[in-house]
């Protein structure tokens, strides 16, 4: 039997009262693809930033090629051999592809070293990467192949991967895999951490199950069912959804037309955007990440009111340059992407940031009831089961997944008329995804039009009745979600739809070169 | 090579103490400095922190120069809280000033049948309304052309005192004054009701405390007060709840040149009782660390009023009774803002000693 490439044994990392991890082990043979699973604070994170020597553990040894090692730093991590590739991206925007790898590498090398080794490197993996373009112009797929081909450089013998796959077209999915199918075979150990059950069967060799913090078993994937995965991942298999035939009554939003400028250099412009929803419907907007979904929310929310009047009609009614309360008024409510800082205040309370987009609770010449907002916020950590010392816990104090039921939770109480979206599920474990999907459709059924935009086909393929697809800032026509396949979508990500003579078939996009 | 890294849960309690830790050092500078100086620090720190304090006349005194520290710092700390950067208080204080002053000085010319207690209202109004109309130009600026408001709301300092120079040195002179650049002293009946016989502390000081509870309930307890703080931590919040950046501009600028204002009028009518160019003292200028000493938070601002008030009476016993320069006020204040950043910066962050970055 051959010593495996990493192996850890009662591996325990406590922060304060939680602990992370407990008594953890893994093993990763040599040329392994190893699956870690497990729902968002299970520990999956915090497991990896011990092995890469971000987080020392408490206890626990962890054994190198069949040494006893002490990782106590990223630098040391990468001497051992060991890569990383983060979920979100640290690149310099205005450098070249090649600049941004040189940084990362020690300082003997030359630029036209790494010039040619990244092209080595791309060319071996299949992976198409210019040295010479500068960041900004890629896009995010490319933008991870700068990463992953950053960590191979430095040869690794373990490959880290945090949830690469959020920021990917489904064709871009498949040539990532092909690539660390590649990898693998020249005895490279990819250790991949996710959520979605289907890539791991797809992928994977063996995969490691987390649930709060302690390993709850080792299987082999290609006998494993999704159902039977996520029944140890999350110890029950989650509810289905009951999705009844939708009637969609009168079109309450509709964008006539739209076209916005870039708010700055690393925008993207909207062109020509049209839209409707209507009433008892869940239209998706689907598509890669960074084609101009913030945009076309923002516009729609009225944080960037600078749009033409007539370009949004709410009710029939140009809202286009109304600011975001003002649209909530007449009952749209909206669920940015980001938690912390735009849908609350950090150091705010959870009961004191219902005020953002809540009014119940006020009194005559805007008096607070705090008894009363205090209410309000408890039946919505109640309802959403958001994880939270009470209603005055500080919106940092959260766990993002938690944060974003509250906030979920926040909008979809206020029974609004219209209900707008961004990765509702974003973060957030199985079982409250599902509950989440499931309050969405009971709001459908209620006569709420409910407009979400998802990185994740599988979600809008569950609950959605129509579907737009966003690339480089153009919408696409809609398509019924029962019409449309994964593949139809994945086409259509990469700009390529039909009827609209003024795109060119063949132009070659960013997202799928 | 020093390094600072943020701490990753920075503590609550010293966060409330860190002023308290910041007086402490400023005290240990002080002795030092009095033994520098060649003055027996015990008797000069004495001087600074109890004598301020010893009897009825000397606590009087201490509400007196802190009211114009309260009313300026409340004002400012909503400034900061709402993410404006107003730190020309002394100008509109000035202007508050030369409202109220110009209004005694009518009413000393053309008399009323008004007591002290009927004019209070008319001289706190006329300050707020010369105080915020002062501030309205920086928040207009600010507004309309995007002007950066540190530097107007500063510049305007300087032109708010020549504005005041050129009064008591032209139209508003005293005829009488032999030339001094003085308004003639205003009549009794604009004085402020003074509140214990035979003591300077005047009605100013409740109100100042007044004032300093509304401006606790409007920022903790209001609507308006909570949509006025989200701005500065968290913009895209504010844009996404669609709280005004605007309406947050004009409240806390109006408001805080209101209450810089109303100091300033009640400076003139109550313990000066005529105008002079030096109507200040610099009261709005420390009310920027008394904001900061305490906290951005009313309370604090009315205890750290108190501080720096005593530190203002200390400095003039220092230099009658022991014959220090009265700069070393000044000094102590520099001293204790900069040890309070310290301490605040130590609170978020921890120091690092590394052999190479």
């Known amino acids: ?513 | 090579m020093i390094r600072l890294e943020a701490r990753p849960s920075p503590s609550r309690l010293a966060g409330i103490l860190s002023p308290v830790i910041a007086l402490v050092i400023t005290v240990g500078v002080a002795a030092v400095l009095f033994l520098v100086l060649g003055k027996d620090p015990m008797r000069g720190l004495s001087v600074f922190l109890v004598t301020p304090w010893n009897g009825v006349r000397a606590l009087t005194e201490l509400g007196l120069k802190a009211t114009p520290l309260i009313l300026c710092s409340l004002g400012l700390a909503l400034c900061f809280r709402s993410n404006v950067w107003n730190i020309g208080a002394e100008g509109q204080f000035l202007i508050g000033g030369i409202f109220g002053g110009g209004l005694a000085l009518l009413v000393t010319v053309h008399p009323v049948a008004l007591d002290r207690w009927g004019f209070f209202p008319l001289l706190v109004l006329a300050g707020a309304l010369g105080g915020a109309l002062w501030a309205a130009v920086v928040a207009l600026l600010r507004d309309r052309f995007n002007a950066n408001e540190i530097l107007v709301s500063l510049m305007m300092v300087y032109v708010a005192d020549l504005l005041l120079s050129w009064l008591v040195f032209g139209p508003w002179r005293d005829p009488k004054g032999f030339n001094f650049p003085q308004t003639m002293s205003f009549a009794a009946a604009t004085g402020v009701p003074r509140l214990v016989p035979g003591m300077r502390l005047n009605l100013g000081f409740p109100l100042a405390l007044l004032v300093a509870v509304a401006t606790w309930l409007f920022l903790f307890r209001t609507y308006r007060g909570m949509q006025l703080q989200v701005g500065g931590p968290a913009p895209r919040a504010a844009r996404y709840a669609g709280f005004s950046s605007r309406a947050a501009l004009w409240i806390s600028l109006l408001v805080s040149g209101g209450l810089a204002g109303i100091a300033g009028a009640l400076e003139v009518a109550g313990p000066m009782g005529q105008l002079t160019p030096y109507v200040s003292n610099g009261y709005g200028f420390t009310a920027i660390i008394v904001a900061f000493v305490g906290r951005l938070h009313p309370l604090g601002c009315v205890l750290s009023s108190v501080l720096l008030a005593m530190f203002v009476i200390g400095g003039e016993l220092a230099q009658s009774r022991i014959g220090l320069p009265a700069a070393l006020t000044g000094v102590f204040q520099g001293v204790l803002l900069f040890s309070l950043l310290a301490c605040d910066t130590f609170i978020q962050f921890r120091l690092r000693w590394r052999a190479r970055a």
Not at chain 1, 258 to 281: M, T, W, Y
Not at chain 1, 285 to 304: C, H, K, P, R, T
Not at chain 1, 446 to 469: H, I, K, P, Q
Request: aromatic letters at 4%; one cysteine or more.
């Open chain 1, 1 to 513: 039997m051959t010593t495996p490439r990493l192996q850890l044994a009662h591996v325990t990392k406590r922060f304060a009262s939680l602990v992370a991890n407990d008594d953890v082990a893994l093993t990763v043979e040599p040329g392994e693809i190893h699956a870690v699973l497990g729902e968002n604070g299970a520990g999956k994170s915090t497991l990896m930033k011990v092995i890469y020597g971000a987080l020392r553990p408490d206890a626990g040894e962890v054994y190198w090629n069949g040494t006893r090692v002490e990782v106590r730093s990223p630098h040391e991590a990468r001497t051992l051999g060991i890569a990383m590739v983060f979920q979100h991206f640290s690149l310099f925007e205005t450098l070249t592809v090649a600049e941004n790898v040189w940084l990362g590498l020690s300082r003997q090398v030359s630029l036209q070293t790494v010039r040619e080794g990244i092209e080595a490197k791309a060319r071996d993996y299949g992976l198409t990467l210019e040295p010479e373009r500068p960041v900004h112009t890629l896009s995010v797929g490319e933008r991870q192949r700068v990463e992953i081909v950053r960590a191979l450089l430095t040869d690794p013998q373990l490959l880290i991967l945090d949830e690469p796959t959020s920021v990917l077209t489904p064709q871009a999915v498949e040539k990532l895999f092909a690539t660390l199918r590649q990898l693998a075979k020249t005895g490279c150990s990819i250790l991949y951490i996710s959520h979605k059950l289907d890539e791991i069967l797809a992928l994977c060799q063996r995969c490691t199950v987390l649930r709060a913090g302690k390993v709850v078993g080792t299987c082999h994937p290609k006998e494993e069912t999704t159902a039977s995965l996520s029944r140890l991942m999350i110890g029950a298999e989650p509810p289905r959804l009951q999705h009844r035939e939708r009637r969609p009554g009168e079109q309450v939003l509709q964008v006539v037309d739209l076209s916005l400028p870039k708010i700055d250099r690393f925008g993207v412009a909207l062109e020509n955007v049209a839209l409707e929803v209507h009433q008892g419907e869940i239209v998706g907007i689907a598509g890669v990440s960074g084609n101009g979904q913030q945009e076309l929310l923002a516009a729609l929310s009225g944080e960037d009111p600078r749009c033409r009047e007539e370009a949004v009609l709410l009710f029939g009614r140009s809202v286009g340059r109304l600011d975001a309360a003002r649209r909530r008024q007449l009952g749209l409510h909206f669920v940015p992407e980001e938690r912390l800082g735009r849908g609350a205040v950090p150091g705010l309370s959870l009961a004191q940031n219902l005020l953002l987009t809540r009014t119940e609770a006020l009194r005559a010449l805007g008096w607070i009831d705090r008894s009363a907002l205090r209410r309000q916020a408890e039946a919505i950590i109640g309802r959403f089961t958001v994880k939270a010392t009470g209603a005055g816990a500080p919106a940092k104090s959260l766990s993002g997944g938690n944060l974003q039921k509250y906030i979920v939770g926040r909008e979809i109480d206020a029974v609004p008329k219209v209900l707008i979206l961004a990765q509702p599920t974003w973060g957030v474990d199985v079982g409250a995804a599902a509950q989440i999907r499931g309050e969405l459709l009971a709001l459908r059924d209620a006569g709420c039009a409910v407009l979400m935009v998802s990185e994740e086909l599988d979600e809008l393929f569950e609950v959605t009745d129509r579907l737009y697809v966003m690339a480089k800032g153009r919408l696409s026509p809609s398509v019924a979600t029962a019409a449309a396949s994964v593949e139809l979508i994945g086409e259509w990500m990469s700009g390529l739809w039909p009827k609209s003579p003024e795109i060119p078939l063949l132009e070659k996009t960013g997202a799928t070169p």
